[in-house]
């Protein structure tokens, strides 16, 4: 595996690949890799010749009390797990390579819907930094496909929007979401969780499983649903961002007779914030 810390130098050697013909993959992430994204590396090898992953903390999809400057960094860790899995290369620019103004007048690139819901309401700005970040990765890399976890759906939502509105020619591939044995989504601030609360943080996925039961079994009373589930996280002492059963497309709040929905939520340990979805086919 090859890795390049400049635009410039990932460029070139992505040019020979692609006069080549060779078909290009891109998995974007922020490091501390872990076997989901992993995972996402061998669906991206499926389609693919080539396969880059990128790792790069962006700051600018981080709120000022977020936690960018302790976001866990695991550099030679990651490379070896890139190396095991046959990725390709490895695009990891710094600060100043992918932001040479600065942060405070970057251009940006916003999607005005399914922004300020859900994640996007208690993370104001969030998703511009996602959407101007993954145009900047595409814009480097120019991938034909690139692969994106469904772990954050509403991420992937919004950057299928900005790749439909702006005609940027990239495939997008959802994968799955990987799972820890007892159904914690895998994810890299999964280091945060404290021994005490790790037995107990389970409880979103199964009232998210709950949700999408009771909705299979016919029930329609959402809000009282969602309540439901939001009074039994906080019993086990976990303050509740949102549970939400959303219309599965426009990520707005499911109508009765919508028959494509998912069911989110994010709930907050003592230092960290975590997220599940769990998507559900009702027929009408
Ligand atoms: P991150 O490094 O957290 O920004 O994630 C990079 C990519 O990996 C994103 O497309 C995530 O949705 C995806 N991802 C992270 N965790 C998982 C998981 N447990 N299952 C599937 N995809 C994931």
């Given at each position: 595996?090859?890795?390049?810390?400049?635009?410039?130098?990932?460029?070139?050697?992505?040019?020979?690949?692609?006069?080549?013909?060779?078909?290009?993959?891109?998995?974007?992430?922020?490091?501390?890799?872990?076997?989901?994204?992993?995972?996402?590396?061998?669906?991206?090898?499926?389609?693919?010749?080539?396969?880059?992953?990128?790792?790069?903390?962006?700051?600018l999809?981080?709120?000022?009390?977020?936690?960018?400057?302790?976001?866990?960094?695991?550099?030679?860790?990651?490379?070896?797990?890139?190396?095991?899995?046959?990725?390709?290369?490895?695009?990891?620019?710094?600060?100043?390579?992918?932001?040479?103004?600065?942060l405070?007048t970057q251009s940006k690139v916003i999607c005005?819907?399914?922004?300020?819901?859900?994640?996007?309401?208690?993370?104001?700005g969030?998703f511009e930094g996602?959407t101007t970040v993954?145009s900047k990765?595409?814009?480097?890399?120019?991938?034909?496909?690139?692969?994106?976890?469904?772990?954050?759906?509403?991420?992937?939502?919004?950057?299928?929007?900005?790749?439909?509105?702006?005609?940027?020619?990239?495939?997008?591939?959802?994968?799955?979401?990987?799972?820890?044995?007892?159904?914690?989504?895998?994810?890299?601030?999964?280091?945060?969780?404290?021994?005490?609360?790790?037995?107990?943080?389970?409880?979103?996925?199964?009232?998210?499983?709950?949700?999408?039961?009771?909705?299979?079994?016919?029930?329609?009373?959402?809000?009282?649903?969602?309540?439901?589930?939001?009074?039994?996280?906080?019993?086990?002492?976990?303050?509740?961002?949102?549970?939400?059963?959303?219309?599965?497309?426009?990520?707005?709040?499911?109508?009765?007779?919508?028959?494509?929905?998912?069911?989110?939520?994010?709930?907050?340990?003592?230092?960290?914030?975590?997220?599940?979805?769990?998507?559900?086919?009702?027929?009408?």
């Amino acid at each position: 595996m090859q890795t390049y810390h400049t635009i410039q130098g990932m460029r070139r050697e992505l040019l020979l690949n692609r006069r080549e013909g060779l078909k290009i993959g891109l998995v974007a992430t922020m490091g501390n890799l872990h076997a989901g994204h992993i995972e996402l590396i061998n669906l991206a090898k499926q389609t693919n010749d080539i396969v880059v992953c990128s790792i790069f903390v962006n700051e600018l999809q981080f709120g000022l009390n977020e936690d960018w400057d302790r976001y866990p960094r695991t550099f030679s860790a990651d490379c070896e797990k890139l190396l095991a899995s046959g990725c390709d290369y490895l695009f990891c620019p710094d600060d100043l390579e992918m932001y040479p103004n600065g942060l405070a007048t970057q251009s940006k690139v916003i999607c005005p819907v399914m922004t300020n819901t859900l994640c996007g309401a208690s993370r104001p700005g969030h998703f511009e930094g996602v959407t101007t970040v993954v145009s900047k990765l595409f814009n480097i890399i120019q991938p034909d496909e690139s692969v994106f976890g469904l772990k954050d759906y509403q991420q992937l939502a919004v950057i299928r929007r900005m790749v439909e509105d702006l005609c940027l020619p990239v495939k997008l591939i959802a994968a799955p979401i990987y799972r820890e044995p007892d159904g914690l989504a895998m994810s890299s601030r999964n280091v945060f969780i404290t021994e005490q609360e790790r037995s107990k943080v389970t409880i979103l996925k199964s009232c998210l499983d709950a949700i999408a039961a009771e909705i299979l079994s016919g029930k329609t009373q959402y809000p009282k649903l969602e309540q439901e589930a939001i009074k039994k996280i906080e019993t086990l002492g976990f303050r509740v961002d949102y549970i939400a059963i959303c219309n599965s497309r426009s990520l707005e709040p499911a109508a009765e007779d919508d028959s494509e929905l998912v069911v989110l939520g994010a709930i907050f340990t003592e230092a960290a914030r975590i997220i599940d979805n769990v998507a559900i086919m009702r027929e009408n």
